[in-house]
């Protein structure tokens, strides 16, 4: 099991940036994927970026709805993926969660099975933006 800690929420200005970070610990090694998710009041949890970890692929995936402004990225020596929100909208206010998953294909299925493919989460972190 994977033990998953995120930081950084917060309230901005729309157009305003945060960073969150999500710092692993636990079996960290079979980990293939970290991904974040985002649910808004009375809404589903949405994939909103993940990206391979495993023998440092790289490979992301980004929700249509924020390419272009969010950037996900990782730090091995840290144990640490970051999710960096840039020109935040009101409509990312939202509860943001790090997964983690175990899953070769964990880049492709966040899309068709979404937190279905994520096996460990973190607690969340609020992030609000308003206009």
């Known amino acids: 099991q994977v033990q998953l800690v995120e930081s950084g929420g917060g309230s901005v200005q729309a157009g305003g940036s945060l960073r969150l970070s999500c710092l692993a610990s636990?079996?960290?090694?079979?980990?293939?994927?970290m991904g974040w998710f985002r649910q808004a009041p009375g809404k589903e949890r949405e994939g909103v970026a993940t990206?391979?970890?495993?023998?440092?692929?790289?490979?992301?995936y980004y929700a249509d709805s924020v390419k272009g402004r969010f950037t996900i990225s990782q730090d091995n020596a840290k144990n640490t993926v970051y999710l960096q929100m840039n020109s935040l909208k009101p409509e990312d206010t939202a509860m943001y969660y790090c997964?983690?998953?175990?899953?070769?294909?964990?880049?492709?299925?966040?899309?068709?099975?979404?937190?279905?493919?994520?096996?460990?989460w973190g607690r969340g972190t609020q992030v609000t933006v308003s206009s």
């Open positions: 990206i391979y970890i495993y023998t440092g692929d790289g490979s992301t």
């Open positions: 636990g079996f960290t090694h079979l980990t293939k994927c």
């Open positions: 997964a983690a998953s175990g899953r070769w294909d964990c880049v492709t299925t966040i899309q068709t099975l979404g937190v279905l493919a994520y096996n460990d």
